[in-house]
């Protein structure tokens, strides 16, 4: 069910049922402390992350997501590295210990040099249909 306002632009909001079950929602996200002892600042639908060593991380799911063919989004900030940025991705080739399931994604935070690295703030966000 939706919402419609009138008007001239007949914009349609999604209802909350929607919102939380729909392909436009967010089914997972999380904002946590990469360096150290690993510390989740705020969640949703995430039970835990796993430290897998530098700059590799398991975000561990609450509820588990439909299929594994879900879409990760997410960032890694620099503090203050010798690289200009550091990029967030699900792992590839020799760099990551690679696993996308139902349950759980790895996470890696990588300099452009192409080295993991811990990162203070990292955000990871999933959606899925």
Known sequence: MSTTVSGTSGVTFPDSTSMQTGQQACKAWVNFNGTGTVAIRGEYNVSSITDLGAGNYRVNFSTAMPDANYVVSGSANDDGGSSS???????AGAYSNVLKTTSAVNVQAIYTTGNSVDSSTINVAIFSN
């Open 85 to 91: 940025y550091v990029w967030l991705g699900t792992g």
